[in-house]
Each structure stands twice: as C-alpha cells, then as structure tokens.
C-alpha cells in the first residue's frame, strides 16, 4: 500500500500563497488517482482537490475553484497542492490521499474511495 507524507503547512496572511507536497513511496504511485481533503476543528473532513492518476482530469470544491490547483509528477512520486489568495477559512489540516480506484481517469470527491492518507499537515491563514 502506498504511504503518503505531506509537507509545506504553515502560518500565512490572508491574500497570500503556499504550496503543499505529498511525498508517496511505492512503486505504483502513478497509477493512483489522488486527492486533497482538510479538516478543521470542530468540522468533518471535507474535499479540496482530486485529479486523475495521469493528471489529464481534476476536480474541486466550489469553495477553492480558481484559488487552487492540484498537480503531480509522476516521475517524483508527489502530488501538489498549489493555493493562492488564502482566506482565513481555509485554514485546516491538509490531508493527502491515495485512491483506491487504480488507474480510473475519474477524479473522487468521495472520501470513502481513498484508502491511504497521510498525516496531515497544518495550514493556518490569519486575517
């Protein structure tokens, strides 16, 4: 089963940008669609972002459409999580997850089709 190890949270000012990384080890990564989902306190665990295991398909929430755009590079095992104009509801823990529908072309937003997560990394945007 593929691991995931997310990277990049951080404090950040509304309006700004960071860029999170999702380090996968295995061999298979790139037959994996993948996706981003975060968490913030007292809420469920919500999608972000999906895109397809060769990257020819994405999908997002309507609350980061045109803010932030998901990539991966196959050939680096990681996916990435690009997010601009930060607003201060955005703030969360950032998980990263491996779909278990091997090389569907279909982005999930469910997150029961995800059987590998990471451990999360912290964004935090301050107003």
């Known amino acids: 089963q593929v691991q995931l190890v997310e990277s990049g949270g951080g404090l950040v000012q509304a309006g700004g940008s960071r860029r999170l990384s999702c380090a996968a080890s295995?061999?298979?990564?790139?037959?994996?669609?993948m996706g981003w989902f975060r968490q913030a306190p007292g809420k469920e665990r919500e999608f972000v972002a999906a895109?397809?295991?060769?990257?020819?398909?994405?999908d997002y929430a309507d609350s980061v459409k045109g803010r932030f755009t998901i990539s991966r590079g196959n050939a680096k095992n990681t996916v990435y999580l690009q997010m601009n104009n930060l607003r201060p509801e955005d703030t969360a823990v950032y998980f990263c997850?491996?779909?278990?529908?091997?090389?569907?072309?279909?982005?999930?937003?469910?997150?029961?089709?995800?059987?590998?997560w990471g451990q999360g990394t912290q964004v935090t945007v301050s107003s």
């Open positions: 895109i397809s295991w060769n990257g020819g398909m994405t």
């Open positions: 295995g061999p298979t990564f790139s037959s994996y669609p």
């Open positions: 997850a491996a779909d278990s529908r091997v090389g569907s072309a279909n982005p999930s937003v469910n997150p029961r089709t995800y059987n590998a």
